[in-house]
């Protein structure tokens, strides 16, 4: 059985890139859900089941440190395990998104094999 | 390794692993950006220890190229996805040099991408500004990269 992920980014460009490397990295969803920005991704957070998130930082409406914050106060959607995949990976930023919750980060730009190496283990 | 090579160096680093395009370097820097005729600018701004400007300029026929790429579809028109994918390269154009010019990323913050396009236009840098101007070629043609950072 495949498991559902969200893929959060105010690109459209980008979650499609994204969702083309998952499947070149050969791991298997259910369901892809995509949101544009935080404030989207909580409201699929709050509707469906969402077994990984993979989150931009720079977006607008709700970024992607709001959105960990967020979430992070809601009790039934905390445990959901968010990576960071975004351009900004220096060490404060990616310290305060795992300060937050995060699990991991992807660096933009990323290929298939990365996307496996951080996200495989999470999905055994 | 210079600023220009290491721009130079993301850039065909973001356009070999995303973008699925061959990409390099098209001879020296250059002095401007000139006029830009039938194009599309992606760009993105940073505030904080450097202000600027990091931009992407790619002639219509380039970005439909590269947008077809980018996607592993056909795209004929400029539309909404050409403009976000010149959008997104500027935004990981302008993550890339952040991280170049600010290690721990807290000290400069960047803009939401954004795009411009038109028949003839000019992108043009105002006093008191270090310019660099890379161009590069594909096998569709060529765009330059312009980092515009406050002295």
Known sequence: ?124 | MDMNDKIIETTIEIFTTMVMVDVSADGPPLQTSGTLSDSITGMIGLAGTHKGVLAIHVPNHVALAITSSFLGMDVDEINDDVRDAVGELANMLGGNVKTILSKNGRDIDLSLPSTISGHKYGFKATAGIDLVILPFKTASGTFMVELQLEK
């Not at chain 1, 995509?34 to 970024?63: F, H, Q, R, T, W």
């Not at chain 1, 290929?111 to 951080?118: D, K, L, Y």
């Open chain 1, 1 to 124: 059985m495949g498991h559902n992920v969200l893929l959060v980014d105010d690109s459209s460009t980008m979650r499609k890139i994204v969702g083309r490397a998952l499947r070149q990295a050969g791991l298997e969803f259910d369901t892809i859900f995509e949101a544009a920005d935080g404030l989207l991704a909580l409201e699929v957070l709050e509707k469906e089941a969402v077994d990984i998130v993979l989150s931009d930082i720079n977006m607008p409406n709700m970024d992607g440190i709001s959105f960990l914050r967020e979430k992070a106060e809601r009790p039934h959607i905390k445990d959901i395990p968010v990576f960071m995949i975004s351009t900004e990976t220096g060490d404060d930023i990616i310290g305060e998104a795992k300060a937050l919750g995060a699990v991991g980060a992807i660096k933009k730009p990323f290929t298939a094999e990365m996307v496996s190496e951080i996200i495989g283990p999470f999905l055994q």
